[in-house]
């Protein structure tokens, strides 16, 4: 049987649903959606970049992940990224104008004060 993980944003009532929880002696060690051809998630553009921004956008929120025994009907009616509902928003738009997009060396857009911080040093 299949049991789902989702990232949550308590504070903001947003949620990420991770997919399938791969586990290993119960816990679980990785997350996917699709089946077993399909690349896992730290190989997906998109859904990493869902990941981050979601990680920035909630800074200093209560988020946390769950598995969907431990989610309330509360948190699942929590507009979800990725969703299909009226309430939902898609990956494209969560993601369309987000300046984390244009961030680092290999982004053609990149911002070079931003980019270079942890860059190696040329003095
Ligand atoms: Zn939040």
Known sequence: MSI???LNCHDCR??????KALRRDCRPFAFHIGGPELSPHW???QLNQVV????A???GH???VRLEDQMTDAEHACQEIGGDR???ISFESYLAGWPGLTVGGDSPAAEPDVAG???PQSS
């Open 43 to 45: 190989a997906r553009p």
């Open 14 to 19: 947003q949620t990420l649903w991770l997919g």
């Open 4 to 6: 789902y993980g989702y």
């Open 57 to 59: 956008d909630h800074t």
């Open 62 to 64: 209560r988020i946390d």
């Open 52 to 55: 981050w921004k979601f990680l």
């Open 117 to 119: 911080d942890r860059g």
């Open 86 to 88: 009226d309430e939902d």
